[in-house]
């Protein structure tokens, strides 16, 4: 018996009608990237959760380390992007910059696990890139900003900007780290709700600690 051959059509995929393929294959990517780990994720995988063949992957975006790449770009590059334009206003309000930093990480669940992977943890894939192209526009403006309001009388003058930033990305980024955890052992939601209390609270403990009472 003859196998039917099924010719497919050279160039662009055509995508399935309501579906946002690249954006599905970037999201199912920034998953498995973050369970299994980089390298432990085979171009396949992804793919077969996408639904889609493994050379549409590729047409998109060249090689799982660019895939990798992409997934990081679509968070940090417009979280940067945003950083830039907060800090070119005159007052920089500490407040809106956990608000923006919090509610990037958490509207990406898998991100803070991938990141540990990735950029924090030793031979990381984008450890390099993170610290050369995205560190010093994210974290890295951020003691800038709190040196700032110190000279401006609306922070205390008492806490070490570098060491302040550090604990305020601890903050913003832990709570999402620590989900599996925290859903168990301290009974914390994190549905919509729980990601506003959640917010709210580091606000309230960073405005107590570090506003200038003078």
Known sequence: MNKKTITRPRGRPAPREG?????????????????????????REIADEAEVNSAMVHYYFGSKQKLLEAVMDRVFEPLAEAIDSMQDQQQVDIQDFVKLFFSTISSHR????????????????????????????????????LKSEQQAGRLSN?????????????????????????????????DEAGLKTISRHISQLLERGLKNES
């Open 19 to 43: 579906v946002d393929r690249r954006e599905d294959i970037l999201n199912i990517a920034e998953k498995l990237f973050a369970l299994k780990g980089f390298s432990a994720t085979a171009i």
């Open 158 to 190: 008492e806490f070490q900007p570098e060491h302040t930033a550090l604990m305020i990305l601890s903050l913003c980024i832990f709570p999402m780290i620590a989900r599996p955890a925290a859903e168990k052992a301290l009974n914390i939601s994190y």
């Open 110 to 145: 898998y991100l803070p696990q991938l990141v540990v992977r990735e950029i924090f943890l030793p031979g990381g894939k984008m450890q390099q890139q993170f610290l050369q192209h995205f560190a010093p526009r994210l974290g890295g403006r951020l003691p800038g900003m």
